[in-house]
């Protein structure tokens, strides 16, 4: 856009591109750093489970590559905040839809009928 503006459909090809490369990002930069040092573990118990690490922060890392696609616009701590509570909010949705248990016979709820004219 050469008025330095974007429109919101700009605004969305943009996000969808810098998502596209973000397997990618997130790949390469636990590549890079070197795997954290394990505490000794105790012996497993009978009724233990064990204890995982919690994943990256998924919104942190949008909005790490909302910040890299966009620091030469004018983004600031409330723009990225906005964004990253609508991160934040897309995430949860996506989780509650994962959630949603279909069989593979399910289908969507919509009625088609089709028109026709009487003449």
């Given at each position: 856009?050469?008025?330095?503006?974007?429109?919101?459909?700009?605004?969305?090809?943009?996000?969808?591109?810098?998502?596209?490369?973000?397997?990618?990002?997130?790949?390469?930069?636990?590549?890079?750093?070197?795997?954290?040092?394990?505490?000794?573990?105790?012996?497993?118990?009978?009724?233990?489970?064990?204890?995982?690490?919690?994943?990256?922060?998924?919104?942190?890392?949008?909005?790490?590559?909302?910040?890299?696609?966009?620091?030469?616009?004018?983004?600031?701590?409330?723009?990225?905040a906005g964004i990253e509570g609508e991160l934040r909010q897309h995430?949860?949705?996506?989780?509650?839809?994962?959630?949603?248990?279909?069989?593979?016979?399910?289908?969507?709820?919509?009625?088609?009928?089709?028109?026709?004219?009487?003449?």
């Amino acid at each position: 856009m050469s008025s330095g503006c974007l429109d919101r459909r700009e605004f969305a090809r943009r996000i969808a591109a810098g998502l596209a490369g973000m397997p990618l990002i997130a790949e390469s930069a636990t590549a890079q750093q070197p795997p954290p040092a394990s505490p000794p573990r105790e012996p497993a118990r009978d009724g233990d489970r064990e204890r995982r690490a919690d994943p990256p922060d998924e919104a942190k890392l949008l909005l790490a590559v909302v910040r890299r696609r966009y620091a030469d616009e004018r983004l600031d701590g409330a723009v990225l905040a906005g964004i990253e509570g609508e991160l934040r909010q897309h995430l949860r949705q996506g989780e509650l839809l994962a959630r949603a248990g279909l069989t593979n016979s399910d289908e969507p709820a919509f009625v088609f009928a089709a028109y026709r004219a009487d003449g």
